[in-house]
T-cell receptor
Framework: GAGVSQSPSNKVTEKGKDVELRCDPISGHTALYWYRQSLGQGLEFLIYFQGNSAPDKSGLPSDRFSAERTGGSVSTLTIQRTQQEDSAVYLC??????????????FGSGTQLSVL | GENVEQHPSTLSVQEGDSAVIKCTYSDSASNYFPWYKQELGKRPQLIIDIRSNVGEKKDQRIAVTLNKTAKHFSLHITETQPEDSAVYFCAANSGGSNYKLTFGKGTLLTVNP
């Protein structure tokens, strides 16, 4: 596709429910990132996938958060037993190949998650 | 880990004036410093970046300066226009990693016509 695609654009859920957020990166981009953007805060790194390497999960805030990337393309971020503090915009980004040089991130338009 | 501080959190200028946003970082191994612009309701987009082997980089009305000794870098926008109004984020790579960026909390720039 022309850019990074995320779905849904908005998700309202009840506290305690599980949610799945989807990201479709730019075709050919080997690296995929998830960031979280809370109101008035910067972009918080969550997880990074690069090719077939083990993902860097160091930014995941708790074991309720998990992510996978199937076939080196589409990724899903799963939040189990959602809490109100999980409310934020979840941004996905991809880049061509950061292992060779620092590559710019192409962001999706995000998923606005609201936990009631 | 890396800590990036960004100031000011909000900045209001008159059209045609200059705007400066400053960031400091903590990790001396950081060597890549991008700036992202996020317009209201839009996705962040890279506007300029600088690597640690240079002290300044310009692209038309925007420039970035880097002081490695003091561990700070700044974004300069000259002849501001209303379309420059947005949230600007600075970032630094963590631990010399090519991929892990730590972002500042952002600066809301408003350019008044």
């Amino acid at each position: 596709g022309a850019g990074v695609s995320q779905s849904p654009s908005n998700k309202v859920t009840e506290k305690g429910k599980d949610v799945e957020l989807r990201c479709d990166p730019i075709s050919g981009h080997t690296a995929l990132y998830w960031y979280r953007q809370s109101l008035g805060q910067g972009l918080e790194f969550l997880i990074y996938f690069q090719g077939n390497s083990a993902p860097d999960k160091s930014g995941l805030p708790s074991d309720r958060f998990s992510a996978e990337r199937t076939g080196g393309s589409v990724s899903t971020l799963t939040i189990q037993r959602t809490q109100q503090e999980d409310s934020a915009v979840y941004l996905c980004a991809s880049s061509l190949n950061p292992s060779s040089t620092n590559e710019k991130l192409f962001f999706g338009s995000g998923t606005q998650l609201s936990v009631l | 880990g890396e800590n990036v501080e960004q100031h000011p959190s909000t900045l209001s200028v008159q059209e045609g004036d200059s705007a400066v946003i400053k960031c400091t970082y903590s990790d001396s191994a950081s060597n890549y410093f991008p700036w992202y612009k996020q317009e209201l309701g839009k996705r962040p987009q890279l506007i300029i970046d600088i690597r640690s082997n240079v002290g300044e980089k310009k692209d038309q009305r925007i420039a970035v300066t880097l002081n490695k000794t003091a561990k700070h870098f700044s974004l300069h926008i000259t002849e501001t226009q209303p379309e420059d109004s947005a949230v600007y984020f600075c970032a630094a790579n963590s631990g010399g990693s090519n991929y892990k960026l730590t972002f500042g909390k952002g600066t809301l720039l408003t350019v008044n016509p």
